[in-house]
């Protein structure tokens, strides 16, 4: 028997556009696209990449709990950056999230995010456990 799937959308204009979901839950898996810190296609925090990463995580927090799920659920995370030097930034904000789950988790560095103020974007996987 096939899952339905639940498909989380932020209203974003773009997400039509570009035909996109903020997060999409499939049985127990959970896949949340890129969080940027924009609002009203704004940065929320132009260049300040620690505040531009909570603003990110506030984001993925919102979309697991619309998916019933917890950062205890977080099994991977995608951190790209405009400037690898600063990683430590964008770490510490992770880690105030993420330090007890501890996921898989990469870092890699990009030439440059949908608007030239970004400088973090964050993807989430989780897996809801049927045990909890």
Known sequence: MKSEILKICSGAPWETTVGYSRAIK???GIWISGNKAMQDEKDQAPGD???QARRCL???GAALQACGAGWKDVVRTRMYVTDISQWEEVGKAHGE???D???AATMVEVKGLIHPDLVVEIEVDAWLDEFD
């Open 26 to 28: 499939r049985g127990p």
């Open 49 to 51: 990449r620690n505040q």
């Open 58 to 60: 506030e984001l993925i």
């Open 97 to 99: 999230y993420l330090s």
């Open 101 to 103: 789950v501890r996921p």
